[in-house]
């Protein structure tokens, strides 16, 4: 793993994020593939459970890839929207 770039207001700033960098899955050869930051959240209630996406391909935890624009905080809110 390597260190996960650090966000602020500017997404270039330092900022209070201090996390690990992974890598899911693996490239497909003949296939383009563009690195990108994703954030995802855990959300629960008072009784503990925890809200997922539900997709034809299964369940997730809100959040994913985040677009050129968005901050940590708006990619994980996009899936639920």
Do not use: I, K, W
């Not at 260190?3 to 900022?15: I, K, Q, T």
């Not at 959300?43 to 459970?49: I, P």
């Not at 539900?54 to 708006?74: C, K, Q």
């Amino acid at each position: 793993m390597r260190p996960a770039r650090r966000f602020a207001g500017d997404r270039n700033e330092a900022g209070p994020f201090d996390a690990q960098v992974r890598t899911f899955g693996s490239p497909v050869p003949g296939v383009n593939h563009t690195p990108r930051l994703a954030a995802y959240a855990v959300v629960h209630d008072d009784r503990g459970l925890v809200a997922v996406v539900h997709t034809s391909l299964g369940y997730f935890l809100p959040g994913g890839g985040a677009l050129d624009v968005e901050t940590p905080e708006e990619t994980v809110v996009r899936p639920t929207a």
